[in-house]
Structure formats: C-alpha cells, structure tokens
C-alpha cells in the first residue's frame, strides 16, 4: 500500500446468510486530494450523491465502503444514512463528516442496517493496520470470485511514488443490483483539478471500455485519494512527470477493470475488442462497445463458434459510419472476413481461437485512422442462473 | 387470404439437414401496390437491397423468399444472385423482374445455392393455389417453433376488405443471424404514397417495439403488397376509410410483431412495458426500450423475481429525463415502487405476477404526458444455448 494509508476490514453482518468480512475502511494519516468518477444513472444511490460533495471539495481523509446493502432508491433516509455512516467514522477517527467518503453496494432499495454499520465502524476503527489491504479487497466483494488488487511503483526523479487500487465488481449483486467500486490511493501529491482530469482520463480508458452486462448500476464509483506522503513534490500538469504519473494511474484502472471483466458473471471467455481504421476514435468506440455488447456476439464466444456474421452484424449497427465492403474481421491471427465476406481461412484455424480462455478481434473498417479497444465476457448458461435463479 | 392472391411453397433442400420446406412464393394476379420497411443495419444483405429498389417503384406482383440462407455479407455475387432469382421467377410468372420481391434468411457469408433456389422456383411456380398461405408461412421459419399468421376483414360501405400476414423470426438463425420478415396482403386500393406512409406508421407501433435479444439484423424486412381486388375504390388519405384500414394493417403488424417475442427463442415470459407519464414520447420510449433490453431485467423476468430496482436502474440509464424520487413501478396491479422506494405490497403479490406466463410491467414518471409500450421475452439459459450451442 501507498505511504501514509492504513485499511481495515470487519464483519458487521449485513448480508444475513454470510460469514465473510462485509465492511472496510482506507484511511489518509493526513488530508489527502480526492477525485472521483460516478455512474450517470439518473437514479443514484445516496452514497453516489454524498461522495459527489465530499469530492467537489477536493480533500478527503477516510473511505468507508459496505457490501451487502447498495443503499439505492431510499429516499430521504437512505441520505440521512450515509450522512450518518460518515459523522460516526469521523467522530471515531477524529476528523469531520466531510472528510469521510462512504460507499455502498450489494441489495437495493432496503434501508441500511445502521446499528450492524456503527459496529461495523467501530471495528474497522479499531482495527486500522497499513497491511490490512487485502482484507480490505476481501470485504467489498459481492458475487466477485476474487479479489481485484493492483500496486504500481514509479520511480521519479525525487524518489518512488506509489499507486495501489482495489475494487469490487461482477455483475451483480445478491439479489438486485450491478455496481462495481474502486479505491485508489497513491501517495503522490497533485493538484485536486489535476487529479480529477486524469482520473476521468484514465477512467474513460479502463472502466468506460468494459462490459460484462450492460447494465449501468446506480452505485458505480471510483476515487482515487493522493496523500503526498511519498514525499516528492507536487507533480504539476503538463511535466514529464505528472504524464508519468498518470500513466501509472491509467495501468493501476486499466488492470482492475480488467480483472472485473476476468471475474465476470458466470464468463468463461476475457476477449479483446480491438476495432482500427474507423472515421474516428468516438466511431471506431461505438463499433467495439456494439460488439463487446451485442448478446448474439457473447453467446457465440460461450459457444466457442468463430461466427463473425454476428460481429459484423453488431458493427453494421453500431451507428459508425464506413462501407460495409471494407469491413475485415480477425480472430487473433486468423482473418475470418476480408471485404465485406468470407475470407479464405480454415475453420479449425478459427476454431482454435476461441477456445483460448482470452482472445482477441480485430475489426478494420477501412475508413480512416480512428481506433478503440473494449473488454468483454461471453454469456453463459451460468450467468442467466446467477441472475435468474438468486430468490428460487 | 385476400383475394387476388396465390400462395406455394417448396423444398427446395438449401438446409442441407433439413426435410423441411423452405421456400415460399407469394403472387398476386395483377400488379400490386408495395411498400417496404427495411433494417437500418449498415450491412444489409442483397435482397433487401433488390427490395428497396422494387419498393421504390411502388408496383410488384410477386415475393420470393428463401429459408436457410440470408444471402449477406455475399458481395457482388449475392446481389447477381438475388437480381437472377427475381429473373428467374418473373420468367416462370411472365412478368418482369422487377415485379418481384426477394427475401432470404438463413445462414450469413454462405453463396446462395442456385441450382437449389432455382429449383425451389420452379416448384413454387408449379403449385400456386389460393389455399397455400399456410405452407408458405411454414416454409419461411427458421428457429421459430410456430408459424406467425393473421387475417383481419374490414367491412366497409363498398363491401369487405382483407387483410393477411405472416411472419418469421424468433430471434436467431442457424448458425448466423438474427433475422425477421414479414409479408402482409391486401385486396384493398392505397395509392404507393399512402400504403408506404400507413406501413411506415404501422411498422412504428409494432416491430420497431419488440425485443427478444438486442441485435438488428442485416435482413430485416416488412413488406406489403394491395392489389384492389376486392372491388372497392381507392382509399384516400384523410378519410375516415383510409384511418379504418390502417388500424387494420396496424392490428396485423402488432399481432405479428407480438407472435415473434411470444416465439422468442428460450422464452418463457411474454412480457408488455407500458411507460407513463413522461416528459414526452420518446422519453417514454426511451424507458421502456431500455428496460425492455435489459439483461438483468430479462434473467429476473426468467427467473420470476418481482425484481424492480432492475426496472428502476434500467429506467434511471435510458436517456430519459425523470425525478427518482417521483418513480412508480406496478407488475400488472401490484404496486411495487412508489415515489423512488420499495411501497408498501405483500412479496407473495408481485411473486404471483411474476409466475404467470405475460404480465405487464407499468413504469410512472410523474413527468408528463408522455407514453409508450413495448412488448419483450425474457432471458433463459435455453437461450443461451440455442445460440452457443449450435455448432456444438
């Protein structure tokens, strides 16, 4: 973990049939820079709303995350909750409301269980250890199968900055609702408006380009907090080094959003879309989010089937803009569609390709220099019984 | 079927594994007034190309179709291929190419066989009769398990006008894509402008408001066809017998378009989205299609779960503008969200919504005036493998 962090976990029983730890709590020793990234649901979970003030701030000294109850579409109380959650972490660790972000994830629209949260905050406060990190990562799971932890160091010309995230994220949660989360803290020191524009930056390449559903949650969240405790000075925009920086940041989002598409719901493929040549970059993203999306394309990569009709049927009404007799599409190596047809490939070559766990397709539409890339799973029998059958 | 009109249908043998008919030739004795509605997907197959083109002419008397292949993502070849099928036709029919009407569906990327398609013709043409209406819809399925038929009669001053329609599509097809085709018969008199402006509209209420997976394919096609046979003059626009016939053909189109879901490939839910209350109507469209596409909403409805915060989070990422906190949610007249939170029903309520095999989903803005609805199935595992599995 970065410099001047310290995490906790606790199990405060908020799911009732579970054992596991459902609380965890990062902490800054000092006030540290804070961004953050929402979902744009028009329905927001209270915490959602609160982390949006504390983050329009810029400070911010403690992250208190629950799994087990989303806290979403519980009107006035549900605010009052999280206003609550995060005065009684402040008046345990001695800072204001205001410096507590608070995040929730798991069922919806159930009100949360703040006397299970007071223990639960009594215990993480109790229990702050800069090695708790990983029990931290444990805690915020819901239907994750793993944990999702990443630690980048950067040497700098000062000294080593260090950045390390983890986040929470599957699907969906028992039973109502999909939401992922990510903490990220670095003990490099930056500017609040320079932290939030290469947060979003670095956001619009990992979390953006992922899919597993394509259901947006009412939970979504990503912070990032920037304590300086490295001890190097401020990295400011525009240097080498701040580009550096935010490369690292860009690395730490890229392999947590990863590692959710990896531990998606029921998958059992990690496949690469990587779309080249369209009029643009916004285009060639619609091409590769309609493919990472489209339910025909992810039952046949389940399917093992190299069936690229289907991926040229999903470009075909992306809403992108090329000729569909320039389109090619590759399975790894293996052209399967040369000029708008079938190309000349064997199909146990093709065959060979999607039964890798991780693959890769490439969609040139010959119309331009624009390129994007997408990460998605397949859709397996699994998935529709984790979210069908949770109640039956 | 209405008068004036001949039907055949045929095994031709273009799914090889098949015993199945799988051509279908539609005439009418004289030249008819048509008109086309078409996919929107960038890459169209050949024949709905050819059929854009007839359409434009606003006269055919002949619609061809094939099952087992779409005759897409073909090229040049596909489009000479389709262009020799109509000649063919017209040569056994006497008329001219351009009278005729080509729809393929079936596997993508595959030459259209045609020495078997001209054998199909040819056996067509051999046994038209005023009776084969119902082979012809049989002849046109693919995945579907049931043909989709319907015949309205419209009494009007003159004498009786009539209606006929079938339609194929369930969502997928062998191995390739999804694809739908519908035919609809008249012996009514429309002049070009208003049958293609009243089909517009119609197509408008019915198939552009269904769902079963979210993949447009690349032969989606709508066509008409009125001939004047039954003796009465011409409709015109703006009068109170125009407005009585397009109800007509909306009513056709609406029970076709709701034969498909209920045909929906793994579905076991038939399942109406009826929005209310919105800024205006395509806010309300907006919602209702984004709930209606839904993966999460789709496993809840398979799984029987009375699952709104799905509803309310898919209705909170549409696009659409609405206040959370003045959401409504009813499953048939249970109400189960109330102004952005859980109201106040008995679980076994709404769980007895959920078992029954169509049921209607009533989302309230508070917003407006604004409404829409929308008919979809949900999702199942047997969907999943009837679209993973089929070259396993």
Known sequence: MPRGYKAAAALAG?????????????????????AGVFTTNLVQAAPVRWCREVCRSGKARAVFINSGNANACTGDQGYADTAATAG????????????????????????????KIRRGVELCAAGLSPDAGHDAALAIMTTD????????????????VRLGGMAKGAGMISPHMATMIAVITTDAAVSPDALSAALKRAVDRSFNRICVDNDMSTNDTVLVLANGAAGIKELLPDTKHFQRFEEALCEVCINLAQAIVRDGEGATKFVEIAVLGARDNEDAM???????????????????????????????????????????????NVCVMKNGMRADYQESDAAAVMKKPSFRIEIRLGNGTGEAVFWTSDLSAEYVRINADYRS
């Not at 799911?15 to 000092?30: F, G, H």
């Not at 009684?88 to 703040?114: D, F, H, K, N, W």
């Not at 619609?286 to 069936?307: E, I, W, Y």
Request: charged residues 20%.
């Open 14 to 34: 908020i799911k009732p049939t579970s054992s596991k730890k459902d609380c965890a709590l990062v902490v800054s020793e000092v006030p540290a820079v804070t």
């Open 145 to 160: 199968t793993v944990p999702k932890e990443v630690a980048v160091e950067l040497q700098l010309d000062g000294g080593v």
């Open 88 to 115: 009684y972490v402040a008046e345990q660790l001695g800072m204001t409301a205001r410096e507590v972000l608070v995040c929730s994830t798991g069922v919806i629209g159930v009100p949360l269980p703040m006397d």
């Open 286 to 332: 619609r091409v590769a989010r309609a493919v990472a999306q489209s339910q025909l394309c992810k039952t046949a990569f389940f399917g093992q089937d190299p069936n690229w009709g289907r991926i040229a049927c999903a470009a075909g009404y992306s809403g992108a803009t090329f000729d569909g007799n320039h389109l090619s599409v590759f399975l790894d």
